[in-house]
C-alpha cells in the first residue's frame, strides 16, 4: 500500500521560515510527479508547487521567489522550504504523488503563520 507522510508544520511568525518534508512507501517505483497542495479554512485545496522526476517545477504565482520544491536524495521524498512565511499561507499542506498513473495523497501538516 503506497502512503505520503509528511512532516515539518507548525506555527511561526510572519517573516519565518519552515521546511516541509514528504516521504512515499509502499513502492518500488519512482514517482513521475511529487507536489505540495495546501487548503486553508473555507476556501478549496490549491496547488502550491510540483516537480517531476527530470526537475522541472512549477509554483502557484503567489509563493515565487520564496518556496522551493525539491526532491529528496532518497527515492520518492519531497521538500518544500517556505521562507517570508505570510499569514495568508496558513493552511493544511498536503503531499501529493503520482506513481504508475495512480494519484495518492498524504494526511496533510498544518501551518500556520501569526502576524
Known amino acids: 500500500q503506497v502512503q505520503l507522510v509528511e512532516s515539518g508544520g507548525g506555527l511561526v511568525q510572519a517573516g519565518g521560515s519552515l521546511r516541509l518534508s514528504c516521504a512515499a512507501s509502499?513502492?518500488?517505483?519512482?514517482?513521475?510527479?511529487m507536489g505540495w497542495y495546501r487548503q486553508a479554512p473555507g476556501k478549496q485545496r490549491e496547488l502550491v508547487a510540483i516537480?517531476?522526476?527530470?526537475?522541472?517545477?512549477n509554483y502557484v504565482d503567489s509563493v515565487k521567489g520564496r518556496f522551493t520544491i525539491s526532491r529528496g536524495n532518497a527515492k520518492n521524498t519531497v521538500y518544500l522550504q517556505m521562507n517570508s512565511l505570510k499569514p495568508e499561507d496558513t493552511a493544511v499542506y498536503y503531499c501529493?504523488?503520482?506513481?504508475?498513473?495512480?494519484?495518492?495523497w498524504g494526511q496533510g501538516t498544518q501551518v500556520t503563520v501569526s502576524s
Open positions: 501529493n504523488g503520482v506513481v504508475l498513473t495512480r494519484n495518492y
Open positions: 509502499g513502492t518500488s517505483s519512482s514517482f513521475t510527479v
Open positions: 516537480i517531476t522526476s527530470s526537475g522541472n517545477t
